[in-house]
């Protein structure tokens, strides 16, 4: 049987997380109430192993590690088709850089047993950092492939993808066990149904904290994290130096005015 | 350019990871290696830097003329393409024997997958995408990014090296000194690799019209084109402006366009004479990707959108019924001047 863990994380929903900013008084985050969702390219990770399960004997997990309400997430996991899910939710992880973020997941996937496959997505929308792929991959001591944009072939545990560069792609082979990191291009994330939403509710979730991994408090979350964020700067367009012209006039006046502009500037 | 000593430097040597392709050391590696080599004047240390590749005879010299004091170089027909498994070997192997204080990877596709592999192994903090690079009064590498409408610093003060991702075009080209030269100290390709994962060959493809990187007229869309439709209405201005298009992420995300033509942080940085926002907000993350543009014009149904406080030109209008209008009189425009210069000139004879 194939195991597959599947990383995937709740972030603000990408539509509304422009709203949070940093308070130019407390220099805080406001965080405005934007609601958790499963970060993108998340979703097109779980897609590749629910694909995988319908066609091989395999078995999904997904693992989270967030707080409480990253719950509702790995739940969608579930009904999308994953078998197991588990969230990693404890105090200590808070504060967490991409370094003690994937030294979390790698425990928790050591935890879960053994995986011949382990998916991300290539970036989550709001940390973005790319790096969390690649450092469970390397804590792990597994290969790894980023951005791998189709699965060209299955040898048994020898298998050939397709990994975006930036203009174009490596033809990469690897061997599982593996971590690969995955882009939109790899699928089409179905919707989720309601029957998948019915069968998830009888699914466990198992929540872990650092006792049941076995870390230091030290090791994991802010603690654990080898760089820090300081000195906000409140920065916004207002900074800019250009001082804007507006355009104004009926809907061609202003194009035929743009493009006087651009034509005296000799933009055209 | 006096070659520093390492024994009586401070601290461990700058470093920077370069990347070569068809013989010729990447734009982005050199501009990195200029502004290592302030970062190193400033910690009295030296600017070491890394190569790897197969077929590297005469093409080092640019590193030392923009600065390098040193070169690691792996030439060997085995490092030809890049192999995660042994490039990172490599360089873990070279940064635990020579302890830098700080490495510098470019933003691209192998050193985002090169820097968390090495940074992972090596235990140790890394920052990505970040848009420019100071010391603090300690000598702590203050790599900054932005974040929620500001720019945070993000430092990593207890362990070493200090790395960072730093996407082309964010530094300026240095000065070059083609007199300049340096040590050059080769690398052996490690005999035991894993061999689990293997690069088997690079497929290059070249997107259509005009690369962004040298484009000179960007048109960018973004979130608000809508949908296919609307994103087409900004293709088609790109179309007969002879622009580069340029996306936001959000655009991306909807899947209008490949995430190579997205401008920003963790995109492209680029510098056109003509930049034409539509449809997007002027979020930050996506404004630090335009650097130097003469003139810039932004397209937004809203008034009040941030956007309109970074151009030269503004106008409110839905996109998606403007843009055409728009495409309509610069058509208008061209045929004009093209009657008065005929005119003017009289029938060329062929
Ligand atoms: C770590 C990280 C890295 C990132 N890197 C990048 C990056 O490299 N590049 C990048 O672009 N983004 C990046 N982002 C995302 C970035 O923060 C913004 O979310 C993004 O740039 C917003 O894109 P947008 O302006 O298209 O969308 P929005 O912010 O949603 O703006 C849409 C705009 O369109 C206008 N609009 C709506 N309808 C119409 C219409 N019919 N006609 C005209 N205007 C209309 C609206 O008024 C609004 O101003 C990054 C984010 C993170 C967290
Ligand atoms: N807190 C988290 N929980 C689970 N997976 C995560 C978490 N953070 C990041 N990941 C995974 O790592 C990928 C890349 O994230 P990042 O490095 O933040 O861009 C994401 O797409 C997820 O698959």
Redesign the interface.
Known sequence: MLRIAVCVKAVPD?KEA?R???DPVTRT?LRRDVPLVTN?LDRNAVEAAVQLKEELDAHVAVISMGPPPAETIVRECLALGADEGILLCDQAFGGA???AT?YSLAKGIEKMGGFDLVLCGM?S?DS????V???I???LG??????VREIVERDGRSW?VK?????????????LP?LLTV??ELNTPRALSFSGIVSARKKEITEWGINDLGVQEEAVGLRG??????????????D?K???????GT??E???R??E???A?G?? | MPMHDNMGARCGAVWVIAEQTDGRIRTGSLQLVGHARKLANQLGTCLEVVLLGGNLVGVIQPLFAAGADRVYLGNDPDLA??Q??IY?EMVVKLATEQEPEIMLVGS??MG??L???V???L???????CIDLVLDENGIL?QRV??????????????RPQMATVARGVFPMPQLDEDSTGEVVPLDVPDEV?G????????????EGVPLEIAS?IVAGGAGAGDLDGWCKIADLAKV?NAALGST??A??E?WIG??TMIGQ?GKVVSP??YIGVGL????QH?VGITGA?????INSDAKS????????????DCR??VP??V???KE??ER?LSRSSRSHGPTSI
């Open positions: 990408p422009t949070i900013k940093i985050l993108h850089d991409a370094f994937a970036a929308s973005g950092t790319e790096w792929g690649p450092k991959g390397a804590l597994i290969p790894v492939v980023t951005a050939k990994a975006s560069l930036e203009n174009g792609y490596r033809l990469v082979r690897v061997r593996a882009t939109r994290s080898p760089t820090i964020t300081a000195n906000l700067t409140i920065m916004n367009g207002k800019s250009r001082a804007v012209e507006m355009i104004t809907r061609e202003a194009a035929e743009l493009v502009k651009l034509a500037a933009m055209l | 393409l890049y995660p498994e990172t691209t596709s985002r997958e820097a968390p592999l940074a992972a192994r235990q140790t903090g890394l920052t990505a995408h203050e932005p974040a929620y409408g500001g720019l945070v610093s993000i430092t990593c003060p207890d362990r894993p689990r994962v293997q690069t088997l060959e690079v497929i290059r493809e070249e997107p007229v402006l992420r959000p991306v995300d899947g995430l190579e963790s004479e003509l907000s002027g979020e930050m404004m003469k003139v810039m014009v932004a941030p956007v309109f406080e970074q151009v030269d030109y503004g106008v409110v209008d019924k403007f209008v728009l309509e009189k610069i425009h061209r001047a």
